[in-house]
């Protein structure tokens, strides 16, 4: 598949106050492929506006290039580049109209009238405005200026649509409405989104692939499987979910098959697809959901006794702490399939623990 954008060893050092530089994105490489739905996502500050700004044109690399359908973009203004920008406040014109606002872009091109009108009129259907186009902004709710935001740079027909934190002035119900139609359109249009955000069940729920960023770096590219279920690294296993982090020692090593000992206590089996040697020490990802926790023990490998230290009933599930060693403690998460409260276990109660090898991730740091 083509690439629709293509970042290679891009940097950006903005110079701050007592020539103090910030480098605010840090040798980045990034394909994203023509027709997909690409995340960037991390927290406040690691850099995914300024990629962003520097894709739309807003800013220029320290160094490296960007190419945007294979020609490289690093000297092309924002309304030379294939590409148009939604952004989180919407900035949208108050003194018109919802279809003067759309028509604004065009009628900078100097595009035939008729043309202007069906471009339009196609733009507001897409977004299911057609019948508020009339409205002036603060006419409308927060979501209505969202979808006019939108059709305004849908009507440019861009090959490329970025969006920065688009959701974010919305409350949580018309957030996830939002999410899932963003999503429809884009599969339906088929054009190359690439959406900045720093929550991260937005970007599970939406995209095809995100990039996790820290600090400037990107840490883990992947589909919202690859980053939820195989974290690499420790901070893409904290930022994504929930995570118990442990770490342990290597006693045994056959056939990708690993035996740690946490807290020099604890034996766990681990399924490894790198060579290990004994005495190393390995970090590991468990998430809470994947713990199965049972009154009796079942028999089976890396099965614990432990005490719930603590039992939070959060409706779909229950969240225990359950204390394994006196220094180590985990979280497990369980649904709550029946009604019945006596199937919850009680602060203070033994229970056994059971993790499938195949569920823990060893981190590659
Ligand atoms: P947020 O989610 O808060 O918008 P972000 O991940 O998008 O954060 P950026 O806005 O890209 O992060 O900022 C990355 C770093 O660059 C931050 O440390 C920020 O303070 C700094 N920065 C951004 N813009 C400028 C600027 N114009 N001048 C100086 N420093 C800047």
Do not use: W
Not at 11 to 26: F, I, M, P, Q, W
């Amino acid at each position: 598949m083509n690439n629709a954008v293509e970042l290679v060893k891009v940097s950006k050092s903005y110079h701050g106050n007592r020539h103090r530089e910030t480098l605010a994105v840090d040798c980045l490489n990034l394909n994203i492929k023509t027709g997909e739905f690409f995340s960037l996502l991390g927290p406040s500050g690691c850099g995914k506006t300024t990629t962003l700004r520097m894709i739309a044109g807003f800013e220029s690399p320290t160094s490296g290039e960007i190419y945007i359908h294979k020609q490289a973009m690093n000297h092309h203004p924002p309304f030379h580049r294939p590409v148009n920008t939604v952004f989180q406040n919407y900035a949208l014109f108050p003194h018109l109209t919802v279809s003067e606002n759309i028509a604004f872009g065009l009628e900078m091109e100097n595009l035939p009238r008729p043309e202007i009108r069906q471009r339009i009129s196609e733009a507001l259907e897409l977004v299911q405005l057609t019948n508020l186009q009339n409205r002036y902004p603060r006419q409308l709710s927060g979501g209505q200026q969202q979808r006019v935001a939108l059709a305004r740079a849908l009507v440019k027909q861009p090959k490329v649509l970025l969006f920065d934190e688009p959701l974010g002035a919305l409350d949580l119900k018309l957030r996830k409405e939002m999410q899932l139609e963003l999503k429809q359109m884009q599969k339906r249009l088929g054009i190359t989104f690439i959406y900045v955000t720093h929550d991260q069940e937005e970007a599970l729920t939406m995209s095809d692939r995100i990039g996790v960023m820290n600090e400037g770096k990107l840490l883990q590219v992947g589909t919202p499987v690859e980053i939820y279920e195989y974290p690499k690294t420790r901070f893409v296993a904290d930022f994504i979910g929930e995570s118990n982090i442990l770490t342990g020692r290597v006693t045994q090593h056959q056939n990708y098959q690993i035996n740690l000992l946490v807290d020099e206590q604890l034996s766990l089996s681990v399924a490894s697809q790198t060579e290990v040697f004994p005495g190393q020490i390995l970090t590991l990802v468990i998430r809470p959901e994947k713990v199965g926790i049972f009154s009796e023990n079942n028999g089976q490998n890396n099965n614990f006794q432990g005490i719930i230290e603590e039992s939070i009933y959060l409706g779909t599930d229950t969240r225990y702490r359950v204390k394994l060693t006196p220094n180590t403690s985990i979280i497990i998460r369980q649904q709550n399939l029946q009604r019945d409260r006596t199937q919850q276990y009680a602060v203070g109660e033994t229970v056994n623990l059971f993790i499938s090898a195949e569920n823990i991730s060893l981190l590659v740091e």
